[in-house]
């Protein structure tokens, strides 16, 4: 499935998810309770996208002797709801380097309908990989000691791998670009207002352009941090570039299915011109 297809299944539907997880990952419900939640709420199509393995052990993300599985489990419910709600089959690939990312041959080769792509780890001046996501607590720590207090570092470094997994491509979906300044912004209020931080959103809607890629806007924060991902800011921008766009709930819940997506799709149609 490509980007046009993608656009073509939704084109006269706003009852579709890209983004969910399972207990394959960090997911708080089965494989096929989240499908049922998705097609009791009235989903015409729900895509599954546990975290990917990575090149390194890491709690929150599905290991590779889980594939299989996970494959199967997935081919299983498109079955089931066949005719009822389109499942489609995909994971939220990290991108770590050149070397791993939703491009290298172990992805493409899997049998996934789409392929979404997100950065969630950022290199500390050492090299060491951190997950920027999550809790503040952590990320404060992490900033504290892993990259010496650099908050700039940090985003700057976040958004250079967001370039760069876009430049490598491999994926349809563009997933939370901005994901980073869910701490970040806690730590700094001021820092999306910088000019070097518009700087890179603006270089990535242009590689994203580039790229043909569609870029995701993550409801999932906006009950509890009552933001978006992009940035609400942000999107102007992306609909004057031509940018085409999809809005996901994240859901790691079963009753969070479609938690903001009411919301953004209404912002969306009314407040964008």
Known sequence: MNTFDILNLIKNTDRYNFHSHSQFCDGRAPIDVMANAAHEAGF???GISPHSPLNQPEPCNMIKEDMDEYLAEASKLKELYDGKMAVLTSLEIDYMS???G?????FQNLPLDYRLASVHFVPNQDGVWLDCDGRFERFARFLKDGYNGDLRYVAE?????????????????LGHFDKIAGNAAIADPEIENQPWYEAYID????????????VEVNTKSLADKNRFFPALKWWQKLHDADVPIVVNSDAHHPDLVNAGRDEALEILKSCIK
Not at 102 to 106: A, G, N, Q, V
Not at 159 to 165: A, G, I, K, P, S
């Open 102 to 106: 939703p491009h290298i041959d172990y």
């Open 98 to 100: 050149p070397d791993f």
């Open 157 to 173: 470094k976040y958004f250079e791998q967001v370039l760069m997994m876009l430049e490598h491509g491999g994926f349809e979906i």
């Open 44 to 46: 015409e199509i729900w």
């Open 203 to 214: 270089d990535i809607i242009s590689h994203a352009k580039s790229a043909g890629v569609i």
